[in-house]
């Protein structure tokens, strides 16, 4: 028996759910006769495309009238559906790429129709034909023989020469909404006498990232059983972890409640969920709660800019995942987030952030720098009567200034001379924060630097890779440049980097 999604495939556009503005300029070309002689349909997986090309490949054979092409009734229009018409191949690009193919490809265009109708070939995967195929396929695709059709079909057309693009009509289908496939799903479970809750076909509709097919699919796993689709039973189908206990997560971490928290975190992951998977569904859930609160209809006790906050702090510490996948990394990552929820972030961060924060102030002084403290001992306050006795001591001596950075060549010299300056390497340690550096990276650098060993030492960053990362290693080289300009944008000029990992001595940039 075939696939739900395979017995559910249209079979005239009006059946095609979405990319009415791909149908639109379809049908009216087929009514006055306009069909081009190249197609080129590009898309997320799932949305339609290769059931359009079908459909086009239908309209040009139907043997009804024009207005009404294609019928889906006619036997051209069966053969075409069931994959067996003559005159419409499909061609797989990706295992069909070479020259050679190609060539073949060209040399049966050449030949008459079977049926007397137009011919047509769809090239699925498109962007698979390497570019010496591609080259040449052009003058074919330019100057066709008569009455035959190209529709090439892509998920990324931006790998197709533009020489290819040109000679094609381009239509862009974009991902199906939530409404459009639920709407679908929801007929095909009435058509099959199951009972389906609008949570759960909801549930499936986001699952399957805006394609039809991904959703069919879903659901043609929760008809098999024949019992009502529930919330529940989608959430056991598809591996997630229940709606209603990823809400008591929510509203623990909202209440501060850190004991309900990790019991909950901690009752999850002994029922088999991944704690990656947990972290994740519960930063959708906070998303949720924020797209409620910005419609008017808050179910969470938080404000936008906390909601914010939560779902910033459970992103930074995705990549903890990569490392080790355990209940102590979920803790973790659900303490940061309680964290940054109240407010309290890692001293380092703090002290960078207080002069950035500072800057922004009206009227603030961006060049006089904060004062200067030894590592692990508070400025000591000045003295109140300090400035009435002329800024003189108790004991008679002038009394001294507070501490400030090294004095620069020019200014005047004082008390602050006779005191030991401290090193330009050690103002650069306290100043330099890698969790800010790592914060702004993107989502591949981040994996990349995820198992290193970073250490500071004055101003040279070092990064080191055990034997097991060579990948890792490799990648970061590759991309030493833009880590070198994200930690000159962070943290300022001056620092030089330096990696080593297995494969070779340090790299230095």
Sequence with gaps: MSALYQRARPVTFDEVVGQDHVKDVLTAAIRRGRVGHAYLFSG????????????????????AGESERPCGVCESCRLVQAGSHPDVIEMDAAS????????????????????????????????????????????????????????????????????????????????????????????????????????????????????????????????AGGEPITLRRAEDALGLPPHERLRAMAEALAGGDLHALLEQASGLY????????????????????LHARLGGAPWLELGEDD?????????????????????????????????ALRGNVPAAFAAQAAPAERSYLPGADTAAPPPATHAGREA????????????????????????????????????????????????GEASFSWHAVRSKADVRLKAFLAPARVEVVGRTVRIAYPDSNEFHHKQLLIRLEE??????????????????GPGGGPKKA
């Design 44 to 63: 997320p997986r799932g949305v339609g495309k290769t059931t359009s090309a079908r459909l086009l490949a239908m309209a040009v054979n139907c043997e």
């Design 96 to 223: 069909n790429n070479s020259v050679d193919d190609v060539r073949e490809l060209r040399e049966r265009t050449m030949l008459s129709s079977i049926r007397g109708g137009s011919r047509v070939w769809i090239l699925d995967e498109a962007h698979m034909l390497s570019k010496a195929a591609a080259n040449a396929l052009l003058k074919t695709l330019e100057e066709p023989p008569p009455n035959l059709l190209f529709v090439l079909a892509t998920t990324e057309p931006e790998r197709l020469p533009p020489t290819v693009l040109s000679r094609c009509q381009h239509f862009r289908f974009r991902r199906l909404t939530d409404a459009e496939i639920v709407g679908k799903l929801a007929r095909l479970a009435a058509a099959t006498g199951v009972a389906a809750e609008t949570p759960a076909l909801q549930l499936v509709a986001r699952s399957a990232d805006g394609g039809m097919r991904d959703a069919e699919s879903l659901l043609d796993r929760l008809l």
């Design 270 to 289: 002994r029922a088999g969920f991944a704690p990656r998977t947990l972290a994740e569904q519960l930063a959708r859930t906070l998303r949720d709660a």
């Design 307 to 339: 909601l914010l906050r939560l779902l910033h702090a459970l992103d930074d510490e995705q990549e903890r995942f990569v490392r080790h996948d355990d209940l102590y990394s979920l803790e973790v990552a659900l303490i940061k987030a309680r964290n």
């Design 380 to 427: 000591a306050p000045a003295e109140p009567n300090a400035e009435a006795r002329g800024g003189r001591a108790p004991d008679g001596e002038p009394q001294a200034a507070a501490p400030t950075q090294p004095r620069r060549a020019g200014e005047p010299t004082g008390a602050a001379d006779a005191r030991p300056r401290q090193p330009e390497r050690q103002q």
């Design 483 to 500: 880590l070198k300009a994200l930690v000159t944008d962070v943290a300022g000029a001056g620092y030089e980097i330096e990696v080593d």
